[in-house]
């Protein structure tokens, strides 16, 4: 049946595009918890406390929704030197990291 062999040649693809959004996949999370580190470090602070950007702590997102904060991450914020991530974050991982940073769960 040609369209079911069309189909079992790209699920291969498929399961591979959606694992890289997926976050139930541990590998990703390690190299999210990286990127935190050593990205988003080198401008809000190695401890996230604050550097040439402001410091990332709960209490100091407190204001702020995780949506807001995804937000900023996926887009950030023009005019400043807070770069966007999209390039690199899906907008679920941007999420990941936001919730991550408000309960203080990451870095
Ligand atoms: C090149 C420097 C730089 C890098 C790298 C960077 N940021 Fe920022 N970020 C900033 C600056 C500067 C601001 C403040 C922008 C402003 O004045 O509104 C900011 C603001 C933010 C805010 C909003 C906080 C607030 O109080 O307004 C969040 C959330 C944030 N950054 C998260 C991240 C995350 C997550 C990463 C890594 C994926 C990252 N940033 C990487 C410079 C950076």
């Known amino acids: 049946m040609p369209?079911?062999?069309f189909f079992s040649k790209i699920?291969?693809?498929l399961l591979v595009l959606s694992a890289g959004k997926s976050l139930a996949d541990e590998a990703r999370q390690q190299e999210l918890r990286q990127l935190i580190k050593h990205d988003c470090?080198?401008?809000h602070g190695l401890t996230l406390q604050g550097g040439?950007?402001?410091s990332l702590t709960p209490e100091r997102l407190k204001p702020f929704?995780?949506?807001q904060?995804?937000?900023t991450i996926v887009h950030g914020r023009p005019g400043t030197a807070m770069p966007?991530?999209?390039p690199f974050l899906s907008d679920a991982e941007a999420m990941w990291?936001?919730?991550g940073l408000k309960t203080g769960e990451l870095p």
Request: proline share 17%; net charge neutral; hydrophobic share 45%.
């Open 65 to 67: 929704t995780p949506e």
């Open 97 to 99: 990291l936001a919730q």
């Open 11 to 13: 699920l291969p693809f």
């Open 69 to 71: 904060l995804a937000m």
């Open 84 to 86: 966007p991530w999209r």
């Open 3 to 5: 369209a079911l062999s």
């Open 41 to 43: 470090g080198s401008c």
């Open 52 to 54: 040439l950007g402001p």
